[in-house]
Every structure is written in structure tokens, then in C-alpha cells.
């Protein structure tokens, strides 16, 4: 997914008239061959760079809020000030540059300064982040972002490199990314920033009395502040067969690159158990590539207890509209070389099959070193944990949730990186208890939905548009409070709640 940033409209160093932008707007003109956002916020004028740094988004599209620029499409968020990516996924930040009003002209001039360099009200000995996932990669960026000079360590049991995981179901898989996309940073940005990696790496204990870890190795590390960032794992069948060569999960870039494998060796025939998120974009992936494809799943309808009825309906139509075929109201029984046997007696050709029935937080370490553990690690609203001085985030941190009052896990690659981001500021001393708006988005072939908040369960959805039409958007309501909104191809308003969900959080937290 990218944008065209070919440079146009007003060249913005000759100058644009004030009135041209009310407060709140935006214009996209240029510097040179440069695409720059002209924006309005606060009475004063902000020239950023016009593409989010994620997938290239135009920003002109996005939502200013306060003195921030919001990306249309994953809610990336940039400061007007300065340019610098405040809220992930992006993690670079935009140009800026200086604006000067000229007899009620606004003229751009040469870039701006960069910000002075931070410096942390408090810097522990070390800190050790345990895995290389979202939320760990982001800490590791953020610690030296606000200003941390002390060893930082990310241990990953993955063999390659912090990977942008949510193309690993969608565009890599269907084969439309190139594999040089996938990596967050590569090897030279971690030297760069002194944050040492170590790939292939396992925990076998953490020992909190004496503020050290146990490698699989024998290896001991001591560490100043610990992030746990463990993630979860795919949950396995239990049937016959289950364990053969051809019966894939999908978590790792590993996973991809060998489901990817099977189809250039000539896979043909796959089979889906499991509608879940992972695996209808997986699905979605594999027919776009040729294959067959069938959904194996007991609900009557892929995805209706997160999404509701109307979106049920319509990704299972858009999916059989493409070929896939649904096997719902049935379990597999068991799986041989050939074929995938049902409960209800029916045969599937079967030369791949993928799992996407669910994971499952990764919590035994924490669990044994004598940490809160409750399907998650519980963490305060800064992300520490029940022992002082060690934080979690992501897939395993169990956190109260402002908008529902709840304890809440959330499983979304957004969520765990603006944790991650979170975490390291805390760890710093920031005292942040902000929680972000929870953000995800789905792809099914060419269609987006992104889902903003979090609702596990409603009295009532709200719709507006038609999902066919790809113009629509669904409101999840408990009592008087929404809980979430999800839309197709309605990225302001899908900005807009989640504004309007930060102002909510933020009156709660006053």
C-alpha cells in the first residue's frame, strides 16, 4: 500500500493567503520537489512533510488535532510542531519546516531546526526488553528517542529481524510486497542507535530479587529495568495430523516466507480452519494467488461476535464473491497428506493448510518469577507490573481500560506499539498513565476496515452506509457510551471517533 507523492499544488515558498486556510484545514503544496502539508491549528501556521512515514499516506486526507496531524489510514499521529511520529505505527518522523506570515501571505522557508535533545528524569542501569515483537522494537526506538544513553538490550527467540508483522497476513502473503519491506530497521540502524539485538535468543527464568535473567544457555544478564514484550502464541489443533509438514500457523515472518515456499513448490488446494482475522486475510492472501481456498469454522458466521451481523455478512460475501468457500458449523476431525476430514463427514482436497484458530498470551516466565498473571500479565495504567521495575506491553499486559473500566488484553500490532512507546517513557520516569485509543485494521483484498476502541461485547450497533457499497460505518453502543467504531472507506470519521474516544478518556482521567 503507498500513496503517489509527486509533488503539486501551490509551490509553498512564494507564499499562500492566510484566508485560504481556516482554522483546522490543511493544504498540500510543495518545496521544491518536495510534497509539503500546509496546516492551520491554534491560529498558527505549520508546514510538515505531506506522506505518513508508515505506508506513505497522503496526511492532507488525515485530522488535526490540537497541535498533531493524524494519518487517514492507521492513525498515525505527527506533531505540527516539530514533525516528529508521536504515536505509532509510524516510527520516522516528517520534515518541518518554518513558516513566516508576509502581508497576509504564508510564505515556507527553509527547514526547521531540529528539537533539542531530551533528556529522562530518571535513567536506570540498563534496560532488557524481552522480545522483538511491536512493542518491543518500538521501546528500544522510543528509550533512545527521549534521550536514554544507558545499554539497551532486545532478546527475541525469532531468528530474523523485528519484521512488520500485520504484512505478514495481507500484502507479503498475497506476494504484491517485497520482502525488503518487511523488516522494521535493519542491522546498521541498531548499530547506529547502540541498542544491541540478539536473534535466537531464549529466556529460561527471570529472577526479579536480584534484578537478572537466566538464559536457555546458561547465560545470566543482569538488567536496571525490565520490559517484558513476550507476545503470544498461535494455538495448535489437537486432531490427527496436526503435526504434519503441510499444517502451518501464521505469527512469524518464518511463517509467511514458508507458506509462500508451499505455493511456489505448487500447493494448490488450502484449507483455512479458523475464521479469525489471520485467517480470512489469509485466505484472502492464498486466492489472490491462485489457490483454492476453503474456511473451516464453528460459527454460523465468520467474525459476527467481533464485527456484528452487517459486516458478518458482508466479508463473507465479498470472500465467496472472490471463490472462497465457508465450511461454518463444523470443526475439523482430522488431516492427512491429501485431504482435511470434517466432523461432518466431509472430504477437503488439502496440500496446505493454514491455522488461525486464536493465540494465546506467553506468560510463564512471568507467571514463575511470581508476577500478577490473569490470562495477561496485570500491569498498573503506566504498564508496570506487579514487581517494581518491571513493565509489560502488548499481547501479554492486562491493563485498565478508561473507556470501558474494564481490564482489558488487546491483541492489535498499533496497541502493542504505542505500549511499547509507552512503556520506555515510564521507564524513564515519565509517570505517562495516557492509554491510546485501541486501533486496528484489516485487509481483505481491496477492501480496508479499521476498527477504532475496543468492544467485547454491546447492546446495540449503529449503522450508517452500505459495506457493499465500501462506504460505511458501524457504531458498537453499551448504555449511552460507544465503545467502538469500525468503517470501510471512512478514514476521517474513523479519526474522528478516536479523537473524540481521547477526549472521553481524557475527562475520565481529570
Known amino acids: 500500500m503507498s500513496a503517489d507523492k509527486t509533488p503539486n499544488g501551490p509551490d509553498l515558498t512564494a507564499g499562500v493567503q492566510m484566508s485560504e486556510l481556516t482554522e483546522g484545514e490543511m493544504l498540500t503544496g510543495h518545496v521544491g520537489e518536495e510534497a509539503v502539508l500546509l496546516a492551520r491549528s491554534g491560529g498558527d501556521f505549520f508546514a510538515v512533510g505531506a506522506h505518513c512515514t508508515h505506508y506513505g499516506a497522503p496526511l492532507g486526507d488525515g485530522l488535526i488535532v490540537d497541535d498533531t496531524v493524524r494519518c487517514p489510514w492507521h492513525h498515525a499521529c505527527f506533531s505540527l510542531r516539530s514533525g516528529e511520529a508521536l504515536a505509532a505505527p509510524a516510527l520516522d518522523d516528517v520534515s518541518c519546516w518554518r513558516t513566516e506570515i508576509v502581508d497576509d501571505r504564508v510564505i515556507v522557508h527553509e527547514r526547521a531546526k531540529p528539537a533539542p535533545a531530551r533528556h529522562p528524569t530518571q535513567s536506570p542501569s540498563s534496560v532488557v526488553i524481552l522480545g522483538g515483537g511491536a512493542a518491543g522494537e518500538a521501546a528500544a526506538e522510543s528509550l533512545r528517542r527521549e534521550g536514554y544513553t544507558g545499554p539497551v538490550t532486545i532478546l527475541s527467540e525469532d531468528k530474523a529481524l523485528p519484521c512488520d508483522r500485520p504484512n505478514l497476513s495481507k500484502d507479503y502473503l498475497a506476494g504484491t510486497a517485497k520482502a525488503e519491506w518487511i523488516p522494521l530497521r535493519d542491522d546498521d540502524f541498531y548499530q547506529q542507535h547502540d541498542i544491541t539485538l540478539r536473534l535466537a535468543t531464549t529466556v529460561a527464568a527471570i529472577e526479579p ?39 502451518h500457523t501464521l505469527r512469524s515472518q518464518a511463517d509467511s516466507e514458508a507458506l509462500i515456499a508451499a505455493v511456489e513448490a505448487g500447493a494448490r488446494h488450502a484449507v483455512v480452519v479458523g475464521a479469525s482475522f489471520i485467517g480470512l486475510e489469509a485466505a484472502a492472501a492464498l486466492r489472490e494467488r491462485g489457490l483454492e481456498v476453503r474456511v473451516v469454522a464453528p460459527e454460523a458466521q465468520p467474525l459476527q461476535r467481533i464485527l456484528g451481523e452487517t459486516l458478518s455478512h458482508f466479508i463473507r460475501d465479498l470472500h465467496e464473491s472472490k471463490g472462497v468457500k465457508f465450511h461454518l458449523e463444523d470443526r475439523v476431525a482430522g488431516i492427512t497428506e491429501e485431504a482435511v476430514e470434517l466432523e461432518s463427514g466431509q472430504h477437503l482436497d488439502a496440500d496446505l493448510v493454514v491455522v488461525g484458530i486464536g493465540v494465546r498470551p506467553r506468560v510463564a516466565l512471568a507467571e514463575a518469577a511470581g508476577l500478577a498473571v490473569n490470562d495477561g500479565v496485570w500491569v498498573s495504567d503506566t504498564l508496570e507490573t506487579s514487581v517494581p521495575g518491571i513493565f509489560a506491553a502488548g499481547d501479554i499486559a492486562r491493563w485498565p481500560d478508561p473507556l470501558s473500566g474494564e481490564r482489558v488484553r488487546i491483541e492489535h500490532w498499533t496497541v502493542a506499539q504505542r505500549q511499547g512507546q509507552r512503556a520506555a517513557r515510564n521507564i524513564l520516569g515519565a509517570g505517562d498513565a495516557q492509554a491510546a485509543v485501541p486501533f486496528f485494521w484489516s485487509q481483505h483484498y481491496d477492501i480496508g476496515i479499521n476498527v477504532v476502541g475496543h468492544a467485547t461485547h454491546w447492546e446495540r450497533i449503529e449503522t450508517d452506509g452500505d459495506p457493499a457499497a465500501h462506504d460505511f460505518t458501524a457504531r458498537f453502543i453499551a448504555g449511552e457510551r460507544c465503545l467502538a467504531v469500525a468503517t470501510i472507506f471512512r478514514d476521517r470519521e474513523s479519526l474522528e471517533a478516536e479523537a473524540e474516544m481521547e477526549a472521553r478518556m481524557g475527562r475520565r482521567q481529570a
Not at 216 to 239: F, H, I, K, M, Q
Open 209 to 247: 530479587k536480584s534484578s537478572r535473567l537466566k538464559l536457555a544457555n546458561g547465560e545470566t544478564l543482569d538488567y536496571g529495568a525490565l520490559l517484558l514484550a513476550t507476545g503470544a502464541e498461535p494455538v495448535r489443533l489437537s486432531v490427527p495430523g496436526a503435526e504434519l509438514s503441510h499444517v
